[in-house]
């Protein structure tokens, strides 16, 4: 249950909301590194890509002050029912957006190596629409936690199997083209720990989906998660090409 | 460190001590209690929170009959205490107080001495046969009520001497003294600092294993802290009772999360 009226302490409301615009701010910074991050690998941009890079510290610094204003928030007002709900929320939210962060660098890092060698085709367009696809699925999260829309967190979770599904793609074309000619290795490596980190980026928009049903209903969704990486388990042998 | 396990306040005993069923309360033409049914667990802290005025009080006192001290007030419905109703007319007001044991918001020792405070309940209702009995008994009542060690050398002093947290506990040692079965407080750490609250915290844990325990507090940590089972009132109804975790963590009553979050309701 949540409860949108005030609390009699006004500054409690203010602490909320102000730790709760943190996240929203965290989330938008996530964003535009993805975006860029993604753009930089396609058009070969190395600028761009350094920005990314450069932009992480301030992701830091919000993750490493959401987590001082819960630390205060809880011994303070010693929070309760949802608003307890709120406060373990955020302080979750803020580490998958961070994770998200780290991510997008860890990116723009192998663009600026990528960038040396010849492309690999089709590769950097395909991570792009991945890239898209789990930007939405973040910025749809992080309205589904402004608006305690447990119908909108559950979409975003059963987005996930498309990522998934992106991913499997790319992996078994990594794999064919580093077995066409091993001079594609160092590239195909590259491209795709890009593709795993975007899968796992994937992972925590949906993690953050289910601290919006957490926060809204009081439980952790019950379902198992879809899930929709396979490769694992894949064997891709000479006889597959 | 090797102990990982969190110490959870589970309700280990499912046993039903008090059973309320539909108890009305009227001071003149207030209705101050609607409808309440309640089932109280043995060896159990239960804790009633809720505003001013919301009735806990009210139905704290209608478990040992003190509101028939007050001449306007009626009471309706069942309250069985062991499956007996306690409003039957041959019940004995006095006999019942004696089980069912009563601490109140500021300590009231009797002006007497702590040993006689102590012996007062005993004596009346001839718990002990001579005068080795009777130490036996104020000496194990000053120890359940943790505050042996403080006062053995001086049971001859005063009750009222005491500090304030010393005289509730006090209280709460010559209401364990008449081996009650079930112990009604009554904001018992209103009057009391920090450190005294956490004493007669720490003691009503340890009651815990004897007896059931009823508490009264407009701390809502309090309630949190030392009841395993916590019943929100507001204007006079019972509004919603569980498990005291599930009510500080996930109420099901937009009332009771109002109340314990601290917004207007």
Redesign the interface.
Same mark, same amino acid.
């Given at each position: 249950?949540h409860?949108d +009226?005030?609390?009699? %302490?006004s500054a409690?409301d203010r602490d909320l909301e102000a730790i709760q615009a943190m996240i929203m701010k965290m989330g938008g910074l996530v964003e535009v590194a993805i975006k860029d991050a993604a753009q930089a690998l396609e058009e070969r941009d190395v600028e761009l890509s350094e920005k990314v890079r450069l932009s992480d510290k301030a992701i830091d610094q919000l993750e490493e002050s959401v987590n001082e204003e819960a630390a205060r928030l809880i011994a303070l007002r +010693?929070?309760? %029912? +949802?608003?307890?709900?709120t406060v373990l929320t955020v302080m979750k939210i803020s580490t998958n957006l961070e994770r998200c962060g780290d991510y997008a660098k860890n990116l723009a890092k192998r663009t600026g190596v990528l960038v040396n060698m010849s492309p690999i085709e089709g590769a950097a367009p395909s991570i792009r629409r991945m890239a898209r696809e789990v930007e939405e699925m973040l910025r749809l999260a992080l309205d589904a936690y402004i608006q305690r829309d447990t119908g909108l967190a559950n979409e975003v979770r059963h987005r996930d199997l498309d990522v998934d599904q992106m991913y499997n793609a790319l992996f078994r074309e990594f794999l064919t083209y580093m077995m066409e000619d091993p001079r594609n290795i160092t590239a195909c490596m590259h491209l795709h720990f890009i593709a795993k980190n975007i899968e796992r980026m994937g992972d925590h928009a949906t993690s953050i989906a289910e601290q919006v049903i957490y926060l809204t209903t009081?439980?952790m969704p019950e379902d198992a998660r879809p899930k929709g990486d396979v490769t694992s388990q894949t064997a891709l042998g000479a006889e597959d090409l | 460190m090797n102990d990982m396990r969190i110490v959870r306040k589970d309700v280990d005993m499912n046993d039903t001590k008090i059973s309320a069923k539909k108890v009305q309360v009227f001071y003149g033409d207030t209705h101050a209690i609607k409808d309440v049914d309640v089932e109280i667990k043995d060896k159990t802290v239960t804790a009633f929170i809720g505003p001013s005025g919301c009735g806990k009080s009210t139905f704290l006192r209608c478990l040992n009959r003190m509101n028939d001290t007050i001449d306007i007030c009626r009471v309706e419905g069942n309250i069985l205490l062991d499956g007996e109703d306690i409003y039957d007319k041959r019940v004995d007001p006095v006999q019942l107080r004696a089980k069912v044991g009563m601490v109140f918001q500021r300590p009231n020792p009797f002006p007497k001495s702590i040993y006689d405070n102590i012996a007062y309940g005993p004596r009346i209702h001839g718990l002990a046969k001579n005068k080795a009995d009777l130490d036996e008994i104020v000496e194990k009542a000053l120890r359940r009520g943790a505050i042996w060690d403080e006062v053995k050398d001086r049971l001859d002093a005063p009750g009222t001497g005491l500090s304030g947290g010393q005289q509730q506990r006090l209280c709460i040692a010559r209401a364990v003294a008449t081996e009650p079965e079930v112990l009604l407080m009554d904001e018992p750490c209103s009057a009391l600092d920090p450190i005294a609250t956490l004493q007669v915290e720490e003691l009503i844990d340890e009651l815990r294993e004897n007896f059931s325990v009823v508490i009264v507090t407009h701390s809502? *940590?309090q309630a949190?802290r030392v009841s395993q089972k916590t019943a929100f009132f507001h204007l006079g109804n019972l509004v919603e009772y569980g498990d005291t975790e599930q009510i500080? /963590?996930?109420? *099901?009553d937009?009332r /009771?999360?109002?109340y314990?979050?601290?917004?207007?309701?």
């Open positions: 249950m409860n +009226s005030k609390h009699i %302490a409690f +010693s929070p309760t %029912a +949802s608003d307890l709900r009081g439980e | 809502m *940590q949190a500080f /963590t996930n109420p *099901q937009e /009771t999360e109002s314990i979050t601290g917004r207007i309701g």
